[in-house]
């Protein structure tokens, strides 16, 4: 009898045999990148109650905190008019005594095509509202995974997409990830970008209303008050998987909050 073999990917062992804190570039502070940043404190203290070094965060986003953004996002009436990566920088450095970085300014070459600074990172969490901004990244990502950094060697690439009731959190590999040999397991060292994969259907998806909320009613009508959050700990529980378990068979997921409806994505 011929034994099927499981698609997985094992997680690159620097992730769980690190000497030094994962460093992770978290690109975007609104609806749900607020809350990954909540996620990332907590996933720090828990690694490091278990003997591991811990995270290093450094948070992308030149905007402000508006009126519209209470109530849904991660800021209160007094922080209004304040830059919303230091406002959760220096809140999460206040509560764990970390000390991560805020970076007021889009995660973007400039116009001359250079780098942004400090924009290397072993993980970086996208987080961002428009199609072209992935694709900004995307762009970024695949010139640094051509650099020969070893200790901040870019490993892996989270994108959180969402619609008003509906969204998907996708993993992918900057380059490849060296694999096991196994008679066990289909072992897949690369995970596509979301922009190679999806990158019709984002296209497709893009929404053509980009103007800024004046209220928290009118925000609500765009989006979900629980989309945001719900996405961000499902996907923050698959970063999770790779550190605490070392492998993973599924790469991300769709996920319809109106229906309650889940739909992981395997590797294949």
């Not at 619609?163 to 690369?190: A, H, M, W």
């Not at 068979?249 to 409806?261: D, I, P, S, V």
Request: charged fraction near 20%; charge should be negative; aromatic fraction near 10%.
């Amino acid at each position: 009898m011929r034994t099927v073999k499981t698609n997985i990917h094992f997680a690159d062992s620097g992730l769980h045999n690190a000497t030094n804190p994962i460093s992770i570039n978290l690109i975007g502070a609104g609806g749900t990148g607020s809350k990954v940043l909540t996620a990332l404190m907590e996933m720090n203290e828990s690694l490091t109650a278990l003997g591991h070094p811990g995270l290093h965060v450094r948070l992308w986003d030149d905007d402000e905190v508006s009126q519209a953004n209470i109530g849904r996002q991660r800021f209160a009436e007094s922080e209004i008019g304040l830059k919303k990566a230091v406002t959760l920088i220096n809140r999460a450095n206040r509560w764990s005594g970390t000390f991560w970085k805020a970076e007021t300014q889009r995660f973007e070459s400039n116009t001359y095509g250079s780098l942004p600074n400090n924009a290397m990172a072993n993980i970086f969490i996208s987080c961002v509202d428009s199609v072209s901004s992935r694709f900004g990244i995307a762009e970024i990502l695949h010139r640094l995974g051509k650099g020969k950094e070893i200790q901040e060697q870019p490993l892996y690439w989270m994108d959180f997409g969402n619609g008003r009731n509906s969204g998907q959190v996708i993993l992918s590999t900057i380059g490849d990830i060296e694999q096991p040999s196994s008679e066990k397991y289909n072992c897949f060292p690369n995970l596509p970008f979301v922009t190679d994969e999806f990158g019709e259907m984002l296209k497709q998806s893009e929404e053509t209303d980009d103007t800024p909320s004046c209220s928290l009613a009118e925000a609500l009508a765009k989006q979900d008050l629980y989309i945001n959050g719900s996405l961000a700990q499902m996907g923050s529980s698959l970063l999770w998987n790779l550190f605490r378990e070392g492998t993973t068979r599924y790469r991300g997921f769709f996920f319809n909050l109106k229906k309650f409806r889940l739909q992981p994505i395997p590797i294949s």
